[in-house]
């Protein structure tokens, strides 16, 4: 190994021990106690050798940032297996709102602090190689284009829109859980799918909405005619006697 890769190798080392002291002061404490000093005493370094690999506190946040994105998506991947797009998407709720929960500070630091993090975040994943990761990415797209395509969804639903309206239901569940101390009542499991019934409707309704769609003469002449009722039964009529005389 020559002395240039040695160096670099020590170089990278370091800035993961300072990347790693960053998360677990922002997981411990909160990201606003965060700051150069705190880093610096954790990893018993000087400040002035943290400036070396980060310019500020900020692009230590903005580098945390991109991690836990990349850690969501991560989380998204082996939901592309799955084959109905409405289970799909109801899969990928659960995902999204299991992360913010178990990674309250993590997910602030994503959605809720300095916008600019998350922008980094987001451009680093869009110019990320990992053709996975991007499926992931767009995965919440492609499932609503998938239903929509399949007759499940309205001709005019745009699935970009869709997309970001749902995307924050479930930031709102996350967000309300991690701030609102009396939230939810409700168990968290069973809001996901109230709001996914509101809607995208259960899966037994999109399937019969789907076939109705697509079929609704054969669904009409699939349905039962109504029994007819018996008829109640008429009285029989007898012929009256005549009165007798009265004498």
Known sequence: ??????????????????LDASRRIVMREGFAALSMRKIADAIEYSPATLYLHFASRDEIARALCAEGYAQLLA???????????????????RAYVAFGI?????YRLIFMEDPTYTDAALAEAADASDEAGDASFRLMVDSIDELKAAGRLPASAEGAVWAEALWATMHGIVALKLTCPVF??????????????????SATASTDAATAQTAPQAHAMAQPEPESKPRPKRA????????????
Request: charged share 30%; hydrophobic share 40%; aromatic share 6%.
């Open 184 to 201: 939810p009542r409700t168990p968290v499991d069973t809001l996901i799918n109230v709001a996914f019934d509101a809607w995208f409707g």
């Open 236 to 247: 029989r009529r007898t012929a009256a006697k005549p009165e007798s005389p009265v004498t």
């Open 102 to 106: 178990a990674h309250p500070e993590t």
């Open 75 to 93: 989380s998204f991947e082996p939901l592309t297996q799955i084959a109905d797009p409405g289970e799909r998407l109801r899969a990928l709720g």
């Open 1 to 18: 190994m020559g002395i240039a890769e040695r160096k670099n190798r020590q170089k990278m080392a370091l800035r993961e021990r300072i």
